[in-house]
């Protein structure tokens, strides 16, 4: 039973446009959500999160926005550069719990020139 | 700030062999845990230790997984004996408590079992 899902496996975009990351989960006690990145040979690297009393939380080029009530997430990347050629992994977690992250399956980005 | 230490990065084994993987937490973290991450799929939470306290180890497969935390500091996980469908990339976690959301992850141990 995937709770979080990433749905597109793959998504290429050109340098300096936006990439769109989205990811749906399923279980409704999830209120805190992370956008990891991930190079070849690397553990994840924290990106950016979100708490589901907020509905948009921008960091620089980075901007996460929650839909409650449709259970999906997004991430946006504006402009996109090469360096931010990775697999992102979307993760949720129930505060309270411990900080247990349910991972979704990871979508891989390459951004073109 | 050094991050989290995982050794060794790769390792290859014949099923039947027991196998281990060390990891060293980001300094004054707390909280450490033990993922595992299949081909193609997200990290899967292995067991996680408040201090040298096991606290949730409920998807560790125990009969041939083991892990300790002596000391409350870097800890070991054991595979004994290795099976073909152990391969997979094992990461290491760290964060400074319980409660703190963000996790800090090491470069994992790519096991390959033959």
């Known amino acids: 039973d995937q709770q979080v899902k990433q749905n597109s496996p793959s998504l290429s975009v050109q340098e300096g446009r936006i990439s769109i990351l989205n990811c749906d989960y399923t279980n409704s006690m999830f209120d805190y959500f992370l956008w990891y990145k991930k190079y070849p040979a690397e553990g994840p690297t924290f990106l950016i999160s979100i708490s589901s009393i907020k509905d948009k939380n921008e960091d620089g080029r980075f901007t996460v926005f929650l839909n409650k009530s449709a259970k999906h997430l997004s991430l946006h990347i504006v402009p996109s550069q090469p360096g931010d050629s990775a697999v992102y992994f979307c993760a949720a977690s129930i505060t309270g719990t411990a900080s247990k992250l349910t991972f979704g399956t990871g979508t891989r980005l390459q951004v073109t020139l | 700030e050094a991050g989290v230490v995982q050794s060794p990065r790769y390792k290859i084994i014949e099923k039947k062999q027991p196998v281990a993987f060390w990891c060293n937490p980001i300094?004054?973290?707390?909280?450490l845990y033990w993922y595992l991450q299949n081909l193609g799929q997200g990290p899967e939470l292995l067991i996680r230790?408040?201090?040298?306290?096991?606290?949730?180890d409920s998807q560790l497969p125990k009969d041939r997984f083991s892990a300790e935390r002596l000391k409350g500091v870097d800890s070991t996980l054991k595979i004994q004996p290795a099976e073909l469908g152990d391969s997979a990339v094992y990461l290491c976690?760290?964060?400074?408590?319980?409660?703190?959301?963000?996790?800090?992850f090491g470069p994992g141990t790519r096991l390959t079992v033959t």
């Open positions: 976690a760290s964060s400074p408590g319980q409660g703190w959301q963000e996790q800090y």
């Open positions: 300094s004054g973290h707390n909280t």
């Open positions: 230790y408040e201090n040298e306290e096991a606290v949730d």
